[in-house]
């Protein structure tokens, strides 16, 4: 019976590992998705990474410092979903929205 509880609690744990690496592994999944996407459809106006030297527009919020700023998750998305002028639409889907708050979160760290 000890034996058992133990197999047992020695199982669990090791699923909880794989899952968090599974939690781990879909995350950097997000990021470079939302990385790719930055680069596509935000770096002609935003400096999206530390690697950008520009062009970029002036007094746009480069991601470095969206990440780093109080904003949360739900401000971005709801700026993604429906930005002001002088920001135009980006199509952008769920997803992809998800992605990119993902990669802008990252520079929060
Ligand atoms: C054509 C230029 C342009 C493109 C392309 C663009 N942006 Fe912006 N973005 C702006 C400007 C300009 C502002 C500043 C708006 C302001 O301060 O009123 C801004 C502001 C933002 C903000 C800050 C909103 C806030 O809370 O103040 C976020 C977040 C943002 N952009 C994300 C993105 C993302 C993600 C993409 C790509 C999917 C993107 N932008 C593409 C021009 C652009």
Redesign the pocket.
């Given at each position: 019976m000890r034996k058992f509880t133990s197999v047992s609690i020695a199982m669990l744990v090791g699923a909880m590992l794989l899952q968090g690496n599974a939690a781990v592994a879909q995350g950097a999944r997000e990021r470079i998705a939302g990385e790719r996407?930055?680069r596509d459809?935000?770096s002609?106006?935003?400096i999206v990474s530390e690697t950008q030297r520009g062009p970029a527009?002036d007094?746009?919020?480069s991601?470095l410092d969206?990440g780093r700023s109080k904003?949360t998750d739900a401000?971005?998305r709801a700026?993604?979903t429906d930005?002001?002028p002088?920001?135009?639409k980006?199509p952008?889907s769920e997803r992809e929205i998800f992605s990119?708050i993902a990669y802008?979160r990252s520079f929060s760290d």
């Open positions: 996407l930055s459809l935000c002609q106006c935003h527009l007094g746009v919020p991601f969206l904003r401000q971005l700026w993604l930005p002001h002088p920001m135009p980006v952008l990119v802008i």
